[in-house]
């Protein structure tokens, strides 16, 4: 034998005997993965290259997909409860047993008052079907989670510029020189930035990042702007500042693609003060250049005069640009004004400004790209600004976060770099404005679906969900004076508001993938009180309590009935154009989930249970003419539901051929066509289309085409929402449909039509020499909400979490490792582990989100770090403010849309002496339906 024949080994052993493409679900961003597969089980996950969103790149969370689809916390059956409400004591049933309780608690809602039933769903990315069930049921009360995750950017893109960042769009990559990002959630759409971060750095291009928190993306960012939370608006207004001090905005863009040649009526006796002068058309009117007069602002061969003025009666009317000179060049908004507030020095505010002006204007892109705009004219080039941006839930979640998207946006928007080469571009099928989309809907009529849908994008006081006397009709108090434009409803005020029968009692509240027992719900431990509260009657307060999970979270220790979900390795699903979409600003796309493997245990997907329920109710839609379920289980209505003729959840390969690309009929080998294709469908934009989408004829016809519209839509950028305006209006005393005298103030301060800052509720509403400090969360980049922090593989990288402070608090309070902390809000007081951060804004502390276990939940054992020494800033978080001695609480929520002020958050930290054995507050284990995981989890195939 030779020496080397003794030392042989094989470096590349058959880790599989099949790969099986799907898509992951270890966090939204919805990556492809091939699935590996040896003797029939899971072996092992890598990225899928061919794959439109991830390109074969696959972060932590998705390589540890294994450990999640294989994890001790998966529920196995459908469960009784069986003990006290919180208890954690249930008893198996069967599935037939499971649906006949469910059916048997709402079929009589329905019948007498379908309002009665609350069905709000968490983090999942099926919502166009979960609303449609809700609908068909007849109730007001659903939403999902965005209302406390980011509505306030997500609306805010709406109603500036038809879409925002993240599903909405992305920059362009491969041409930006100049990249600024704020406050961004870390494990959202992290493989797209990360591969565009790399581009970006490989290039040589320049990373900003503004954020309290020096942490991820921001550690890698060339210059780091460690601001002040809550105060990003102001810091975004000060840039706007400068660049109109300088006369550095794009005046062509602006002419072309927004409303800021718009003439505003400044009447101030008009009742229509502050709308748009319109024409016999009804179209807003512009004041032509070339000749003087008002005209349609559509019409073509003219250009608005931005600095035209229209008078009439003796009355002078202007442009909505000249109200935005008026405002933004006021010494309230330059930079010596604002930094103190914002903790960012004059200078850094002017050198940011000047930057972004000379690589926006000196450094243009220029594609020699033929194209046709809406008018009918025709181009010769592309011309790009080479300056992007991107943001999410840091500055969302804020009380004033609604206010700071739309600054964002319209920072863009003067920039010129909204759907041009080397800005920000819109993915198909936005960008959307709010006509495009629907009014929200809330009648009822028992034993009839409800009229319309639930959520949608109000354009006025007339369209509130408001009943006869000026009560909410729904039971987050979505769409009224409190919060007007709350598209995406208020998840986070469901349960305390069924709680206080405010502004009605419920019966039964359904819940999916919605861990509103610990860390998706602010006030934790009062919002378990309520849970478990009875009233005088010895019954429940909130009657009724159906779940559904595929794992064995908090939430599920108080459901009266759990619906098992599986896990995301064993169902169906659908990535679709009506929902969620993963498409890129190239191409429309979409995608399946489908079940590489089997469950082993007594579990149903959520989204088939729904259609078993549908069925059972005998609900519209569920059920055919002859009262059979319609639909075997969601893979059948994923391939045969039709939400309009030729246009159904998926796009591609459609047709009894399946070569319908994005209409046609349905395809009965439609999924196996995905699954040959990876997983995916892909529909290529046209070179012609590639930007300026709004108002690009080519792409309208494609996208018409593929059923992303069903007309061609053109229309303009809302640098000024005149929506917003009417409810202003309204609160001034105009119109049907006001607000009741204790909001009218509120009402005409915060929906203002250009954007704003005002600090932040809590900052007015406490003593901020008591509370000087901010506390936030963020999410870990390798953890998705509480679903990572129970995987064998990610709790090695964080099995606890610290509350970090920076180097002022740390030295001043005498802080050393090992440390605990008492950390006292305005609401309660928390006691945890401390550790030092530098790079952090001085007056901020933080720490990861969800990482803080309750004992007994996810069959970790209660000895588990995470439920020891892990922690929650909930506790310190109520949902609403403090009294302000006016008789009310006001909602810890944006005026504007309700979302959930998170981040608003001040506290105050002293050393906790003597240091206790663990984090405070410690409840009570609850005991765990599923048992305890083995002490090692541990797979050899």
């Given at each position: ?143 999902a ?13 709406i ?69 002040t939370?809550?105060?990003d ?82 009355v ?6 000249q ?46 790209q033929p ?88 354009l006025?006081p ?57 860390n ?53 699903d ?13 191409g ?159 009402v ?32 870990p ?14 709790r ?8 970090y ?42 720490t ?94």
């Amino acid at each position: 034998m030779s020496k080397a024949s003794q030392f042989y080994f094989d470096t590349s052993p058959p880790v599989s005997d099949e790969v099986r493409k799907t898509t992951c679900y270890m966090c939204a961003c919805r990556c492809g993965i091939n699935v590996h597969m040896k003797d029939g089980q899971v072996a092992y996950i890598e990225g899928n290259r061919d794959h439109p969103v991830n390109k074969g790149v696959l972060c932590g969370k998705g390589s540890s997909g294994i450990m999640q689809h294989y994890a001790p916390s998966r529920l196995r059956a459908p469960l009784k409860r069986v003990g006290p409400r919180g208890s954690g004591e249930f008893e198996e049933i069967s599935w037939d047993e499971a649906l006949d309780i469910a059916a048997g608690w709402l079929e009589p809602l329905r019948k007498t008052d379908p309002s009665k039933l609350a069905f709000f769903t968490g983090r999942d990315q099926s919502q166009s079907f979960t609303s449609w069930f809700a609908q068909a049921y007849g109730t007001p009360n659903y939403a999902a989670h965005g209302g406390f995750c980011s509505v306030n950017m997500a609306a805010a893109g709406i109603y500036t510029m038809g879409g925002a960042f993240w599903e909405f769009g992305q920059p362009d990559w491969d041409r930006t020189k100049l990249f600024m990002l704020f406050g961004v959630a870390e494990d959202h759409d992290s493989n797209p930035i990360k591969i565009g971060l790399g581009k970006l750095k490989e290039r040589g291009a320049k990373v900003i990042g503004v954020n309290p928190i020096r942490s991820g993306y921001n550690a890698i960012a060339d210059e780091w702007v460690g601001i002040t939370p809550g105060t990003d608006g102001l810091f975004i207004l000060a840039l706007v500042h400068e660049l109109m001090a300088a006369g550095k905005v794009d005046l062509n863009y602006l002419c072309r693609y927004t409303n800021a040649g718009f003439i505003v009526n400044e009447d101030p006796n008009s009742p229509e003060r502050g709308l748009f002068l319109r024409g016999k058309s009804g179209k807003p009117q512009v004041l032509a250049r070339e000749t003087g007069i008002l005209m349609d602002y559509d019409c073509p061969a003219i250009t608005p005069d931005l600095a035209g003025q229209f008078v009439e009666e003796g009355v002078t009317h202007r442009t909505v640009f000249q109200l935005m000179a008026d405002r933004y060049l006021s010494p309230d908004y330059a930079p010596e004004a604002v930094e103190a507030r914002t903790g960012v020095p004059a200078t850094r505010i002017k050198s940011i400004a000047a930057e972004l002006a000379r690589v926006a204007f000196e450094e243009e892109i220029v594609i020699d790209q033929p194209w046709t705009d809406w008018k009918g004219e025709r181009h010769d080039k592309m011309i790009g600004r080479p300056v992007s941006f991107h943001s999410m839930r840091g500055i969302s979640a804020h009380s004033n976060g609604f206010q700071t998207c739309r600054a964002l946006h319209v920072l863009q928007i003067l920039l010129g770099s909204v759907e041009v080469p080397g800005g920000f571009r819109f993915k198909p099928p936005y960008p959307k404005p709010p006509e495009a989309h629907p009014r929200p809907h809330a009648g009822v009529t028992p034993g009839q679906p409800l009229d319309g849908p639930h959520l949608g994008y109000p354009l006025g006081p007339e369209h509130l969900l408001l009943d006869d006397e000026g009560r909410a009709k729904r039971i987050d108090k979505a769409f009224t004076w409190e919060n007007p434009m709350s598209a995406h409803g208020l998840m986070h005020m469901v349960i305390s508001n069924a709680h206080a029968g405010d502004p009605y009692k419920i019966d039964t509240l359904f819940m999916y993938m919605a861990n509103m027992a610990w860390n998706s719900t602010m006030n934790t431990s009062e919002v378990m009180r309520m849970l478990t509260d009875k009233g005088e009657d010895g019954e429940y307060v909130i009657p009724r309590i159906i779940y559904s999970d595929a794992y064995s979270s908090e939430m599920v220790a108080y459901a009266d009935l759990i619906l098992p979900d599986t896990t995301y390795l064993e169902r169906h699903d659908c990535i679709s154009l009506l929902d969620r979409p993963i498409c890129e600003a190239d191409g429309a796309a979409d995608a399946i989930r489908w079940p590489v493997v089997e469950p082993d245990r007594d579990v149903r997907g959520f989204q088939t249970v729904l259609l078993q329920l549908g069925a059972k109710l005998g609900l519209p839609g569920f059920v055919c003419d002859e009262g059979w379920p319609k639909y075997e289980d969601y893979a059948d209505y994923i391939v045969n539901h039709e939400r309009r003729p030729g246009v159904g959840p998926l796009a591609g390969f459609r047709g009894e051929d399946g070569t319908g690309d994005g209409r046609g009929d349905p395809n009965p080998a439609q999924i196996d066509r995905y699954i040959e294709n990876g997983g995916f469908w892909v529909s290529h934009v046209p070179d012609e289309a590639t930007f300026y989408k709004p108002w690009n004829k080519g792409y309208q016809e494609w996208a018409v085409a593929r059923g992303l519209f069903d007309a061609e839509a053109p229309y303009v950028f809302n640098l000024y929402v005149e929506p917003m305006r009417k409810f202003q209006l309204a609160a001034e005393g105009h119109g049907a449909v006001q607000p009741p005298e204790h909001l009218r103030e509120r009402v005409r301060r915060t929906m203002d039509p250009l954007p704003i800052w005002y600090e932040p509720f809590e900052d007015g509403n406490i003593d901020t020499d008591e509370f000087p400090i901010h506390a936030l969360t963020q999410r870990p980049m390798h953890m998705y909400h509480s679903w990572g922090t129970q995987n064998a593989w990610l709790r090695q990288i964080t099995g606890k979490n610290s509350l970090y402070l920076p180097t002022k608090l740390w030295d001043a309070h005498g802080f050393e490792e090992g440390d605990y902390a008492v950390v006292t809000s305005a609401h309660g007081s928390i006691t945890v582990p401390v550790a030092h951060q530098a790079g952090l804004n001085e007056n901020t502390v933080w720490t990861w989100n969800a990482i803080g276990k309750r004992k007994g939940a996810w069959a970790l054992d209660e000895g588990a770090s995470e439920a020891g020494e892990g922690f929650l800033l909930n506790h310190l978080i109520h949902e609403l403010q403090p009294p302000k001695g006016d008789g009310l609480r006001w909602a810890n929520s944006d005026p504007v849309t309700g979302q959930a002020a998170w981040f608003d958050l001040r506290v105050k930290i002293e050393k906790a002496v003597p240091k206790p054995a663990e984090s405070q507050p410690a409840h009570p284990p609850i005991k765990s339906p599923v048992g305890k995981g083995p002490a090692k989890v541990a797979r050899k195939i």
